[in-house]
């Protein structure tokens, strides 16, 4: 018999998500060294992105929608996988920006995350600084654009 997914449980996976490690001087960015450590943080991030395709696919079976097959749901994932593999921003500028899409100020993202208002401007302007965009209206359009950032996670919240 297997134990029901509660609310909390659920939400908990929502905020959970992967991190990288703190570079060894504030400001800046840490980059893996050795081909173990970048095949780590690859599949670190693989693996995140399948724990958000699971999470989409928990939120449709409660909205009680009709089943898809076993197979397009893998391919889906896959397809979410590749689609997700040429980002340029980590997990966590990814995620401001996708609260930027869903409208959140970046006060109330610092709110919800437990994150100083100063962390959450410096995510925004290095996504902004990545992508090469001229503000964070259009870092969204570009990640919506890309499909880095999905129509469910700007309207539920789920991360990316």
Do not use: F
């Not at 995140?48 to 197979?71: H, I, S």
């Not at 006060?107 to 965009?133: F, M, N, W």
Request: net charge positive.
């Amino acid at each position: 018999m297997t134990a029901a997914l509660t609310d909390k449980a659920i939400a908990q996976l929502r905020n959970a998500g992967l991190t990288r490690p703190r570079a060894p001087y504030p400001g800046q960015v840490w980059t893996p060294r050795t081909e173990a450590e970048q095949h780590l943080l690859s599949e670190g991030y693989r693996l995140d992105r399948l724990r958000l395709v699971l999470l989409e696919e928990v939120g449709r079976l409660r909205g009680q929608m009709p089943r898809r097959p076993r197979g397009e749901v893998i391919a889906d994932a896959a397809r979410t996988i590749d689609r997700l593999k040429d980002c340029p921003l980590s997990q966590a500028q990814l995620g401001i920006v996708a609260a930027a899409a869903a409208g959140e100020s970046p006060e109330g993202t610092a709110r919800r995350l437990c994150l100083s208002y100063d962390t959450v401007k410096s995510h925004r302007q290095r996504a902004v600084a990545r992508l090469e965009a001229r503000n964070i209206l259009h870092a969204v359009a570009l990640c919506v654009a890309a499909g880095w950032i999905t129509d469910l996670q700007i309207t539920q919240g789920v991360s990316p």
